[in-house]
């Protein structure tokens, strides 16, 4: 059984987010420190610690993230403009929380993807 994190508790209701679809599949809610106007994590209900736990059974709802994505985007009026999407992985992927999330970001011009810091 795969470890679980705070993202669980969001999933099922127990502590409080700004949840803004929910289905069989995916949980979609606001990132509670935004990096951009809109800034809303998507991940599976299922917990995948990271992409390299990735198997076949996943691929419906990692497909469904990415439904899901679109739609959000559409809703937060950010779709025509664009948006950037974001899987971090791991220790120099930048992962934070071991429940594979999807990054919706958008809202302002987000620059340049990677910033050098070596
Ligand atoms: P990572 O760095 O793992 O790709 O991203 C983790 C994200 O989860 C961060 O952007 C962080 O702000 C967000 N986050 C961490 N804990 C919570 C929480 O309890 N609630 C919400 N809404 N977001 C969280």
Same mark, same amino acid.
């Given at each position: 059984? /795969?470890?679980?994190? %705070? ?9 409080? /987010? ?7 599949? *995916? !949980? ?7 990096? /951009?106007? !809109? ?7 299922? %917990?995948?610690?990271? *992409?390299?736990? *990735?198997? #076949? =059974?996943? #691929?419906p ?12 985007? /559409?809703? =937060?009026?950010?779709? =025509? ?7 971090n ?30």
């Open positions: 059984m /795969a470890q679980e994190t %705070i993202f669980s508790k969001i999933i099922r209701r127990e502590i409080p /987010a700004d949840i803004l679809y929910q289905d069989d599949l *995916v !949980t979609a809610f606001r990132d509670v420190n935004p990096q /951009a106007p !809109t800034h809303i994590l998507i991940i599976p209900n299922r %917990i995948i610690p990271t *992409v390299n736990d *990735v198997t #076949e =059974e996943d #691929e709802a990692l497909g469904r993230l990415f439904t899901v994505a679109a739609k959000l985007a /559409a809703d =937060e009026g950010i779709d =025509e403009n664009g948006y950037r999407l974001i899987v992985c791991n220790r120099d992927g930048g992962q934070e929380v071991y429940h594979l999330h999807m990054h919706l970001l958008g809202g302002r011009r987000l620059g340049p993807m990677l910033v050098r810091r070596d």
